[in-house]
């Protein structure tokens, strides 16, 4: 019994200073941390592609009302993997190798998931997005 209740002091001790960490340095022990990583929604979502060799099942999916929501909400960016901003070439670069199109989810300024790939429709979106703690 004594044993458990020091395990469960220790572990309360941790949390405890690792609580008083992020309250005070913020971002700066989540980057220490990355397995648990910063919580929040999605900031904005970036789909690299290849343009000339689109599918129509691509299409619909890049094209279809969630991107049409993201857009409007200004959460969406869509690159041919050529034409994108010099800030994206070392993305593009280090992920030269994942097929296209592929997805990146960035929340303050780095890419918290990804490359995915592209969903296979439209209704697939939200589930994706869910699974890093949706978007605003």
Partial sequence: MAEKLRTVLIALAIGLILGGLVGEYGPTVWRLLPVVGPSGPIDYIVVIE???????EQAAVLLGDTSRKLREANKWRMWDKDDAPNSLKPIIEKHKDSPLPYVLLFRGGEVVAGPSPLPATDAEWMPLLNQYGGIE
């Avoid at 290849?50 to 129509?56: I, V």
């Fill in 50 to 56: 290849e343009t000339e060799t689109r599918t129509p």
